[in-house]
């Protein structure tokens, strides 16, 4: 508080010595930060709500030892079984991490939950139908449902590795987590009306709680927009290698959400490369700057940046692989 106190006496003092272009200039970044920031927070709230709703539902109404039988028990059919449960689950990468926090604490198996985590904003009907309006049912879709699979696969082998979920979960989930397996004689389920003011509760929990991330995660991606001329990632953005590791950094810039990121990919067409485009679509749904920030509910600091690290590298090779040898 006193640091803030400081800086603004200070910027009261210098105010005088701005010249007119400078203020300009800098009217002109507000504006502009301004309408990023509301249109990057008002496009995710909506499914931030979703998925926290989904949270609500899967607390109440999903049984652990139902979802013992779903999940095989051997971890590579379990990691992919995990991938797969994307495409039933209509949440992007807002609610996604909620509604992931919520299957452990339920039990499912941290290389599930990875690699559910990382597949289900890509691999969801609406992410699907949305690339398949901008790009056609061909290549690309394909490229970007079947690498984003792998991907999510085997992010969550790796994850499957560490055997102590302490290492992995923060406290207060793991917690949770280790008490699903020790869970007496259930009570009597309450009736419907109960069952849905309890899904709502954990929804407005879940909502509140996720929503400071999104709302810093917006501020930072709009910041960066706004003070970061996009004019100079794209003129570096030629060649197989650059234009893939400037499209990677495009997705965690922008931090668009995935049902409408194919449209943004597809006003790259013809100035960046095939694999360059690609990498941004299987890339930037799994990693952002507002699921950055939500990570850390719920992993420790260091698998989080296992979670951004591995995918970035597995995105950049196969952009370049795409580059070499198809593009």
């Known amino acids: 508080m006193l640091l803030l106190l400081v800086l603004g006496v200070n910027g009261l003092f210098f105010l005088p010595l701005v010249p ?3 203020w300009a200039w ?8 301004a309408t990023i920031f509301l249109g990057i927070f008002i496009e995710a709230v909506p499914f931030l709500l979703l998925g926290t709703l989904g949270s609500g539902l899967a607390e109440v109404f999903l049984d652990p030892s139902r979802l013992e039988r779903l999940i095989p028990r051997r971890t590579l059919p379990a990691t992919f079984g995990g991938a797969l449960l994307g495409m039933f689950f209509p949440v992007c990468e807002c609610g996604v991490v909620p509604f992931t926090r919520r299957l452990f604490r339920k039990g ?17 009907p609406v992410v699907i139908f949305s690339t398949a309006a901008a790009f056609g049912w061909g290549w690309i879709l394909l490229a970007r449902m079947g690498f984003t699979l792998l991907i999510s696969v085997l992010v969550g082998l790796v994850f499957s590795q560490e055997r102590e979920t302490g290492k992995l979960l923060r406290t207060s989930e793991l917690v949770v987590f280790q008490s699903a397996d020790l869970a007496g004689v259930p009570a009597p389920p309450p009736a419907f009306l109960e069952r849905m003011r309890r899904v709502m509760s954990v929804a407005v929990d879940e909502f509140f709680e996720m929503g400071r991330f999104l709302l810093l995660g917006a501020v930072l991606a709009a910041a960066m927009q706004a003070l970061i001329p996009q004019s100079i990632l794209l003129e570096i953005g030629t060649g197989p290698v650059t234009s893939v590791l400037v499209m990677l950094a495009l997705a965690v810039l922008l931090s668009i959400c995935s049902t409408v990121d194919a449209f943004v990919a597809l006003g790259f067409v013809g100035i960046f ?3 360059a485009i690609l990498a941004f679509l299987v890339f930037g749904p799994m990693v952002d700057i507002k699921s950055t920030l939500m ?5 420790q600091r260091k698998p989080v940046a296992y979670l951004v690290i591995l995918p970035f590298l597995l995105a950049l090779l196969v952009g370049i ?3 070499l040898f198809i593009g």
């Open 20 to 22: 007119f272009s400078g």
């Open 26 to 33: 800098l009217f002109e970044r507000l504006q502009v930060f």
């Open 108 to 124: 499912l198996p941290i290389s599930a939950g990875v690699a559910f985590l990382l597949a289900a904003p890509a691999l969801n």
């Open 273 to 275: 490369s095939p694999g």
């Open 295 to 299: 990570f850390l509910r719920v992993f």
């Open 321 to 323: 692989a795409v580059n």
